[in-house]
DNA sequence: GTGATCGTGTGACGCGCGTCACAGGCCGCG
DNA sequence: CGCGGCCTGTGACGCGCGTCACACGATCAC
């Protein structure tokens, strides 16, 4: 982690009802840091109560298990915020975050956060939609934990990919870069080896295949009908 | 569902920062009704968006998976809010709400509900207070359904209610009333008689005893020890 | 009373998937 | 070049727990 100058604050949805000077002034209040792949921004037990903007790059925030095992919440690119959780209600943090590419954020106390909530109703509105998703994500993935079982979680999964993916003209859908199996089988509480023998199941039925620098999605019509048929039974 | 005459909104805590004058004009502005237990609320396929406020008696938000097991997301009781996301986002219910037992519950608007957060900051903060409390109890449900086995999970559960019971002078937690077994079910996504099997080792292994009107666990203690052993492994 | 409905208890079956173990491919580094 | 680290692929094992089936008691309606 370095520390780096005072860039502008844009490109900060949460941010957007403020004045262009309002933005300034509060650029000026934050501290700027820039962090490698991998670094750790936020240790779970850490007590601090910082709030952080994605400037740029993209951050994972992530449990682990006593074991071990990695269970990954959200991932948050440019232009996101986390750590609010604490700010708000003073408690620990409840989750690690780590950079995951060369990641620059900036960040405000808990006090000077909140004195913007506290002044600017936008801001806090914004900030409360932005919580009513999480939560609204969180129930979703409570749902497919409880019912679904783990090779159609990877199924959607992969099907959530698909929504953020281009597509080619015959209505692939081209997954670039790679996902890494064992990211996927941290998002959908599994293993790595079971993300394996899914992938490899769901090519040999020419649903996807392989390429040198992307995942294709040939056939998107049968991968949601493999998770929609379980999901109503 | 029956209406009813407008009341005194009181007793909600998110609105403990409003003048008492301001409060009984919320007190008019909203509907009062009053539902039977086990009655609907809020459809999760409904477009509402109004908010509710519980003013006696206590609700449930479950999610029904298609296959009709029920998966309870939460239990709100007199001085809670409920139904805040879509008027927040405006985007569909994520959840039905039904009635516990006999309960009265006001409502208003989703626009109406806006503008007082929008005049009021510490109502604002309380709300977003309240949505990080719910956002910590998902991903701690999360990481739960991840990493715990069914019966542990509804060890922890057992853990929980403990919290809340009261205490005998010799140490244990006399928890009251009974709970119906599929209803920890519900919470900790598994079945009846998985939740059955549980109690009786627990009963066979002196952690717990089923009393006439009370579920008495004898040594939180070990019951505890249950939990983290496996959280930690 | 009798029947219906709800909560509970328990045995047997079976399969989903986590775990372990090992092999091969690709890449960068000295 | 060879070595170590990351990612992937696949076989075998085994047990946790969901599912089905059935029985018993308690409560309520009538």
């Not at 993209?58 to 991932?75: K, N, P, T």
């Not at 409570?142 to 990919?161: Q, Y």
């Not at 992938?199 to 649903?207: A, W």
């Not at 040198?212 to 056939?219: K, P, Q, S």
């Amino acid at each position: 982690m370095t520390e780096v100058a005072t860039p502008a604050l844009v490109g900060i949805p949460l941010l957007d009802s403020l004045t262009s000077d309002e933005r300034d002034a509060l650029a000026r209040a934050c501290r700027w840091k820039k962090y490698a792949g991998g670094e750790q921004i936020i240790d779970r037990s850490s007590d601090s109560r910082d709030v952080f903007f994605v400037i740029t790059g993209a951050v994972r925030v992530v449990i682990y298990s006593l074991s071990g095992r990695e269970i990954a919440l959200d991932d948050i690119s440019a232009g996101g915020v986390f750590g609010e959780l604490a700010a708000l209600d003073g408690s620990p943090r409840s989750a690690s975050v780590m950079a995951i590419g060369d990641t620059t954020v900036a960040s405000l106390t808990a006090e000077q956060f909140l004195r913007v909530l506290r002044d600017h109703p936008d801001v806090a509105l914004a900030l409360m939609r932005r919580l009513a998703r999480v939560i609204r994500v969180s129930g979703a993935r409570i749902l497919d934990l409880s019912t679904l079982g783990a090779n159609n979680r990877v199924h959607a999964d992969l099907l959530a990919l698909c929504r953020t993916a281009k597509r080619t003209p015959e209505g692939h859908a081209r997954i670039r870069p790679i996902p890494v199996h064992s990211d996927i089988a941290a998002r959908v509480s599994t293993t790595r080896e079971t993300v394996a023998r899914v992938l490899n199941d769901l090519s040999r039925q020419k649903i996807v295949r392989r390429d040198a620098d992307a995942l294709v999605v040939l056939d998107v019509e049968r991968l949601r009908d493999l998770v929609e048929e379980v999901r109503g039974e």
